[in-house]
């Protein structure tokens, strides 16, 4: 990979990479969808495990923000 020095000005100087050409913000495009992938696939295969999850992290919270908003603490 070829390296050349650019100059920015008042002697700063940095390094640009010559024949290397990427378009900016496709990885994190890919790993957006990636992770959005996985998901479909566990909400797919979890459904039922996901389903009680979600309802035991649901009804925690709530019974914990009752608690807070009433003013009782442990």
Do not use: H, W, Y
Not at 38 to 43: H, P, T
Request: net charge positive; glycine share 10%; proline share 3%.
């Amino acid at each position: 990979m070829k390296k050349r020095v650019q100059k920015i000005g008042n002697g700063i100087r940095r390094v640009v990479q010559l024949g290397c050409r990427q378009e900016p913000g496709i990885d994190g495009i890919l790993v957006t969808v990636g992770l959005c992938v996985i998901a479909l696939l566990l909400c797919v295969v979890m459904k039922d495990s996901l389903k009680v999850f979600i309802e035991t992290i649901v009804g925690a919270m709530t019974t914990e923000a009752q608690k807070i908003l009433t003013g009782v603490t442990p």
